[in-house]
């Protein structure tokens, strides 16, 4: 009843509370000017034999051998590299919108095989591709390990955080720029995080009251088309106007969402509930099992000790009211109902799902 409570009072609080102003910026991102990821694949050396078991992931022995024959090194036909210090890693990064060739970004290296740890090493030289298949950044450096493994002869191991996934700040160069509709176009597009029609109204209302009618229509209820300068620089001057633009975006609709897996209820200020009775309680049998000795009476002849089962059976049903909801029941009224009876977060979830089956909740019911 704890859990509920607490939830449902910070709810009330946020629904007390006036809808405040908010930024066009924490609304709506621009069209096209986004991240990109980029994946790549390398070996990271000079590991204290954590590396992968070559017997066991064989990529590793022919990335090895690969790359020695580019560096000139020939490893002799039939012969396959068993090092410890080596493993196979992938390598992650997001590739920041505007990024420009020379610019250094962080990089991602995680275990591809079966290394136990990829503390000390240094992640060799790995081109790190987009979706296109084509070369964005090249990663290289010094890992940073938070994790921590240590293994003893008798198969006793002790593991802290995850040292088969570094972090190399700074660690890829960026070779090649993404191409964006910033520079040349007339006409931005901002997307709403939120598509909502009454908020994309607000948004082209604000819009051409601050910088004039016109300027802004909307293309849907997630979309407003916004005109701009073509020069990039006055572009630039332009979207730091356009992004500081306040306004009270459209409230959300009435939503009761229920997370099955950890009981956790989340109801909006705007559901109702329609004239509806409700009753709940639970049954529980209790069933004990208990032996007992029987044995014959004092010189009785024939008789034999025996164990004998005794069984006990007892049923306790819950003292639950049944409660009434009146028309146009807000969120406070149906908290304090609930709480009354003394439901737990599972019985407000089955309380819900009964009240939508029977057509007394005004609310979209989300089960995630």
């Known amino acids: 009843m704890k859990t509920i409570s607490m939830t449902i009072l910070l709810l009330l609080g946020l629904a007390a509370t006036a809808v405040q102003a908010e930024r066009i910026k924490d609304l709506a991102s621009v069209a096209g000017v986004r991240e990109n990821q980029l994946v790549g694949y390398g070996l990271v050396v000079g590991l204290d034999g954590t590396g992968d078991?070559?017997?066991?992931?064989?990529?590793?022995a022919q990335s090895l051998k690969s790359m020695l024959a580019q560096l000139g090194v020939v490893v002799p036909p039939?012969?396959?590299?068993?090092p410890k210090n080596v493993a196979a890693v992938m390598i992650s990064t997001s590739l920041p919108p505007f990024a420009k060739p020379g610019q250094m970004i962080d990089v991602t290296v995680s275990s591809l095989g079966n290394a136990k740890s990829l503390r000390g090493g240094t992640l060799l030289m790995a081109p790190l591709k987009g979706a296109d298949g084509k070369i964005y950044a090249i990663a290289q450096g010094n890992l940073i390990v938070g994790g921590l493994g240590v293994e003893g002869?008798?198969?006793?191991?002790?593991?802290?955080?995850?040292?088969?996934?570094?972090r190399i700040p700074n660690g890829a160069t960026v070779e090649r720029t993404v191409a964006s509709p910033f520079a040349n176009a007339?006409?931005?597009?901002l997307n709403l995080h939120n598509?909502?029609?009454?908020?994309?109204?607000r948004v082209v209302k604000a819009i051409n009251t601050v910088i004039g009618q016109g300027t802004a229509k909307a293309l849907d209820g997630g979309s407003i088309e916004v005109r701009a300068p073509v020069d990039p620089s006055q572009k630039v001057g332009f979207l730091s106007i356009l992004e500081n633009i306040t306004l009270e975006p459209g409230e959300a609709p009435?939503?009761?969402?229920?997370?099955?897996?950890?009981?956790?209820?989340?109801?909006g200020s705007h559901v109702r509930v329609t004239p509806a009775a409700v009753a709940h309680g639970s049954l529980m049998v209790t069933i004990s099992e208990q032996t007992a000795v029987s044995q014959p009476t004092p010189f009785s002849r024939g008789g034999n000790?025996?164990?004998?089962?005794?069984?006990?059976?007892?049923v306790t049903q819950e003292d639950a009211r049944m409660f009434l909801f009146e028309p146009g029941v807000k969120l406070n009224d149906i908290v304090q109902a609930v709480n009354q009876v003394g439901a737990a977060p599972g019985d407000l979830v089955a309380i819900l799902e009964a009240l939508k089956e029977a057509g007394a909740l005004r609310a979209e019911l989300i089960v995630i």
């Open 153 to 166: 002869r008798d198969g006793s191991k002790v593991t802290v955080n995850i040292p088969s996934v570094g």
């Open 186 to 189: 007339n006409k931005l597009v």
């Open 305 to 314: 000790t025996e164990v004998v089962p005794q069984s006990s059976v007892q």
């Open 195 to 201: 598509a909502d029609f009454t908020t994309a109204h």
């Open 78 to 82: 039939g012969v396959n590299p068993k």
């Open 53 to 60: 078991k070559t017997s066991q992931t064989q990529f590793t």
């Open 254 to 267: 009435a939503r009761v969402v229920i997370n099955s897996r950890t009981g956790t209820v989340v109801i």
